[in-house]
């Protein structure tokens, strides 16, 4: 099921998604013995295959559990599972109790060790579909026209633990998985598209700077803290990507609203074996969106989860995620820029406006895994993961990349066999030679794993070039082994420059209070003076807030005054409309509400790929005249960080509505009432004439209203109220 398109957008009644059972449980413990349940519907495992990627046909529950009984792991039934073995039932425990020893051993050993970086992640299943604009360029089967290949994509922070909240201002990473019938393709990206260093030997100092001190291991997750700005103002090449870390691209909306960037320079070859070389995107169906930096705040508390609940739910409810792969293309020349921008600098973009990205096919999110631990945790991406048509660089970062995470993964995973978990398996077969190791799975046969033999009778084969297999292009190279960077690598602050003078007003306003706020979590003035200095390369307007912020003067030195600054209109996220599926709309509602005009609403929200999330006193069920609605939230569970608008249908008088309503209004979400919610959006000292805000005569009204502003996001007219 991952990846086939067998999941079509859902056309079954409206779904609050997140219930955690296949079936309603009942309330008593059941005692029938049957089967194991399947997984839910919107679920879904790696397609069951051999160790090496032969598919097999059990369906893929039974490859973990199947019977009616509890057994042991050798398979014999138990009669009991919650008692010890004793010497009576108040004497001491047995050595010969196996059972008890095998379930508490094999519980003691669950855990593994998280991901040295990206620990925390959130991962989907789904489809890769080519338009074949690529076959071109690319000799590679997955971009050939109408192909559509399974993928498995895996979204993380970088610098939380697996605990950690999702919401914290970081880089995503982006990473996908293409299980190609050449083979298995990994484009292990980020949302940012340039990185902090250029070369992969630093990347250990970037990631300590950044991670919590190693005295009181604070703090969790986030960059606000001494070590990282002394590092990233020391070592300036981080700037560009720490300036896209503190503007909204540090906080997005959700995993769903994220553009991906391949971040290096690739090299594709065509099947005549012309090469180009290219740069990856991942553009959003739905927008580029963040949240606000008080909502992240908030979020890290009351819903650490945010991110990954938002790509589950929005799965289960049918509003199945896309994005489009896009490549920008440049000449293969020996020098390797373009427009005078180096391409193997990975601290650097390439403007779109100077090369369009050229959309090569679409991607569809359309499963949850089945098990967390199985597929998210285990699953092991590789920037060396390649299929024919698609090559490296010789970025040096990228470079270092290619040894570091095989390395990590071996520790990770436990040995050197992980390529057999389920989740990691090829949809390919392979013949790799590969022998033994902690946790082998496979059973080999024949007696000759080396090349060349006669004793298997010489396989397996080496293949032709007609044979479909890698291609590494002949790159000629030559020079002095020497520790350096090429000259055009000084240049640490263009690629800053053009991102921030692309930004509109609210954007750059995001951008300063978040420099200030990260350097006012700092405790060493010497470390702002830094940060400041560094700010007036780029611009000296925001040095100056900065400044002012912090209670800084400006710090002496050379401004960027006389630079020439370049501007790239596609890098700001405000000013265009996009599609609202999966937007939360949460309606607040009583006994006093028109529960007929509210349960039609809620069917007419989920009919639009929208989420109704009523929102009530008390939890259960509304019910009047033989309609009832559910109710989703009550004031205590719910905050206006989860809505993307708000309806009041009610006369309810609480303070805990009022501060929903204070909150949304800040929060720049739409907001409409029913005459019945009149009193509550004045106590909550929100104007009529507040843009964004409508008075309707109806709930299908009021959603009709905020219906409208949705496209946009957000009521950008209503910031100047709050400078937010
Ligand atoms: C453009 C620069 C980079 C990007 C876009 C990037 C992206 C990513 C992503 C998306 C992941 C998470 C993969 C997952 O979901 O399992 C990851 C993990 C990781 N990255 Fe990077 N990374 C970059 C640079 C580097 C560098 C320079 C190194 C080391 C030299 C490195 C080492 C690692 C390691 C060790 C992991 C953990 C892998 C694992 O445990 O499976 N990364 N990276």
């Not at 650490?304 to 938002?310: V, W």
């Not at 420059?497 to 954007?507: D, G, I, Q, W």
């Not at 929208?610 to 009550?634: D, F």
């Not at 009610?650 to 501060?659: E, G, H, I, P």
Request: one cysteine or more; aromatic letters at 6%; hydrophobic letters at 40%.
């Amino acid at each position: 099921m991952p990846g086939s398109s067998r999941r079509s957008k859902s056309k079954t009644p409206p779904v609050v998604p997140g219930a955690p059972s296949v079936t309603a449980p009942s309330v008593t413990e059941p005692t029938q013995p049957h089967e194991p349940l399947p997984p839910k519907p919107d679920q879904a495992a790696p397609r069951p295959s051999t160790p090496t990627g032969v598919p097999v046909p059990a369906p893929v529950e039974a490859m973990a559990q199947q019977g009616a009984y509890l057994t042991t792991a050798q398979g014999a039934r138990l009669t009991d599972t919650d008692h010890s073995l004793k010497a009576g039932p108040r004497g001491p425990v047995l050595l010969q109790d196996h059972h008890l020893r095998e379930k508490i051993t094999h519980f003691d050993h669950e855990r593994i060790p998280e991901r040295v970086v990206h620990a925390r992640g959130a991962a989907a299943h789904g489809v890769f579909a080519a338009n074949g604009a690529a076959e071109k360029i690319c000799c590679a089967s997955l971009f050939e026209k109408g192909k559509e290949t399974p993928v498995f994509v895996r979204f993380s922070t970088v610098l939380g633990s697996r605990g950690s909240a999702d919401t914290v201002r970081d880089t995503r990473g982006f990473a996908t998985k293409f299980y190609t019938d050449e083979g298995v393709f990994d484009l292990v990206g980020n949302n940012i598209p340039v990185f902090f260093i250029q070369d992969g030997v630093k990347f250990p100092d970037i990631i300590h700077a950044a991670k919590p001190h190693p005295d009181r291991e604070i703090p969790q997750a986030q960059s606000a803290h001494d070590t990282f700005w002394d590092f990233v103002t020391l070592h300036t090449e981080a700037t560009a990507h720490t300036l896209w870390n503190m503007s909204d691209r540090g906080i997005p909306r959700s995993y769903r609203m994220m553009e991906g960037f391949g971040v290096h320079t690739f090299r594709l070859i065509n099947a005549r074996g012309k090469t180009v070389l290219v740069k990856f995107h991942w553009k959003p169906k739905l927008g580029v969106h963040s949240l606000l930096w008080e909502e992240a705040q908030i979020a890290a508390g009351v819903d650490p989860d945010m991110h990954r609940r938002d790509l589950a739910d929005a799965i289960e409810s049918g509003a199945f995620p896309q994005w489009d792969l896009g490549v920008q293309v440049f000449p293969d020349t020996e020098e390797q820029t373009f427009e005078g921008i180096d391409l193997l600098d990975p601290t650097k973009l390439v403007p779109e406006e100077l090369a369009p990205v050229q959309v090569i096919g679409t991607m569809t999110l359309n499963a949850n895994p089945t098990n967390y631990f199985a597929q998210t945790e285990q699953v092991a991406f590789h920037p060396g993961h390649l299929v024919r048509g698609i090559d490296h660089t010789d970025d040096p970062l990228l470079q270092g990349r290619l040894f570091s995470y095989l390395d990590t993964q071996i520790s990770r995973l436990g040995g050197p066999n992980f390529a057999q978990l389920p989740i990691n398996r090829p949809h390919v077969g392979t013949n790799d030679m590969f022998r033994d190791g902690m946790h082998q799975t496979a059973v080999h046969s024949g007696v000759a794993p080396y090349r060349p033999n006669s004793l298997d009778g010489g396989c397996p084969f080496l293949a032709g070039n007609k044979d479909a297999a890698l291609i590494e292009y002949p790159e000629a190279v030559a020079g002095q082994k020497v520790r350096a960077a090429p000259k055009s690598f000084d240049d640490h602050f263009s690629s800053a420059r053009l991102f921030y003078a692309s930004l509109s007003p609210v954007e750059k306003a995001h951008v300063a209070k978040a420099y200030t706020f990260e350097l006012g979590k700092c405790y060493e003035k010497a470390i702002k003076l830094r940060a400041v200095t560094v700010l007036r390369q780029i611009d000296e307007q925001l040095a100056q807030t900065v400044a002012t912020g912090l209670g800084l003067p400006l710090p002496a030195g050379k401004a960027n005054k006389k630079v020439k600054v370049a501007v790239s209109p596609a890098l700001s996220q405000l000013g265009g409309k996009w599609p609202t599926d999966g937007r939360i709309i949460g309606i607040f509602a009583d006994e006093s509400t028109d529960l007929k005009d509210l349960a039609t609403t809620v069917a007419t929200i989920s009919a639009q790929s929208m989420t109704p999330l009523v929102i009530a006193p008390h939890g259960g069920e509304l019910e009047r005249g033989g309609t009832q609605v559910t109710v989703s939230r009550t004031l205590d569970t719910v905050r206006s960080i989860e809505l993307d608008a708000l309806v009041i249908a009610s006369t309810a008088d609480d303070v805990r509505l009022t501060l929903l309503l204070q909150e949304a209004h800040r929060h720049l979400k739409g907001i409409a009432y029913t005459p019945d919610g009149a009193d509550a959006v004045r106590a909550a000292g929100i104007p009529d004439s507040s843009a964004g805000v409508a008075a309707t005569k109806t709930v299908a009204a009021a959603f009709d209203a905020i219906a409208a502003l949705l496209p946009e996001h957000r009521v950008w007219a209503r910031g100047a109220e709050y400078s937010v």
